[in-house]
T-cell receptor, first 112, second 114 residues
Framework: RKEVEQDPGPFNVPEGATVAFNCTYSNSASQSFFWYRQDCRKEPKLLMSVYSSGNEDGRFTAQLNRASQYISLLIRDSKLSDSATYLC?????????????FGQGTTLQVKP | GAVVSQHPSWVICKSGTSVKIECRSLDFQATTMFWYRQFPKKSLMLMATSNEGSKATYEQGVEKDKFLINHASLTLSTLTVTSAHPEDSSFYIC??????????FGPGTRLTVT
């Protein structure tokens, strides 16, 4: 079983749609959680951290359920520029900094 | 946010040669840096953790004699792919950790071995 699992998609949605991505992780020792965005042939960029209380940044809402080991990302009012691969990332404490484990990514394609 | 640079951004080399990739933290010090590899349509896979002043820690299945890592200073880590083969062709990305366990990634180096 993969340590971090995501539905690879692709998700094809029209502009303005609301889309939700899900992610599960297997290591209960996971310390912190993130969503990264990766554009084609580019490095990942941090989209947002994920907390149990849920957090929102504009059109993006992230949620963590530690009991179910489940992470979600909701994108409202999709824009063409949201087209990218969204990576669910879990930090497992290792030494002083921990190490990141990446899901395989979910591809989003927003159509006009 | 923190800035991490990589050099070169892309490189083509012949089979059997060695290639060195540099990763620099530009506006902060990083005692630890991470090296990842990403194959097309696959996710990032951690190769090793680079530690300033000590040996790198390699992930299972990564050959330490093939992928040499040197953390020369608090702002520089290098990855040398020795005796490169076509199957080493990949996207290599480094990162440095932030204050809250997030990581800042370099722009990546695309290696093609012919």
């Amino acid at each position: 079983r993969k340590e971090v699992e995501q539905d690879p998609g692709p998700f094809n949605v029209p502009e303005g749609a609301t889309v939700a991505f899900n992610c599960t992780y297997s290591n209960s020792a996971s310390q912190s959680f993130f969503w990264y965005r990766q554009d084609c042939r580019k490095e990942p960029k941090l989209l947002m951290s994920v907390y149990s209380s849920g957090n929102e940044d504009g059109r993006f809402t992230a949620q963590l359920n530690r009991a179910s080991q489940y992470i979600s990302l909701l994108i409202r009012d999709s824009k063409l520029s949201d087209s990218a691969t969204y990576l669910c990332v879990v930090n497992i404490l290792s030494g002083n900094t921990g190490k990141l484990i990446f899901g395989q990514g979910t591809t989003l394609q927003v159509k006009p | 946010g923190a800035v991490v640079s990589q050099h070169p951004s892309w490189v083509i080399c012949k089979s059997g040669t060695s290639v060195k990739i540099e990763c620099r933290s530009l506006d902060f010090q990083a005692t630890t840096m991470f090296w990842y590899r990403q194959f097309p349509k696959k996710s990032l896979m951690l190769m090793a953790t680079s530690n300033e002043g000590s040996k790198a820690t390699y992930e299972q299945g990564v050959e330490k004699d093939k992928f040499l890592i040197n953390h020369a200073s608090l702002t520089l880590s290098t990855l040398t792919v020795t005796s490169a083969h076509p199957e080493d062709s990949s996207f290599y990305i480094c990162s440095a950790p932030g204050r809250f366990y997030e990581q800042y990634f370099g722009p990546g180096t695309r290696l093609t071995v012919t």
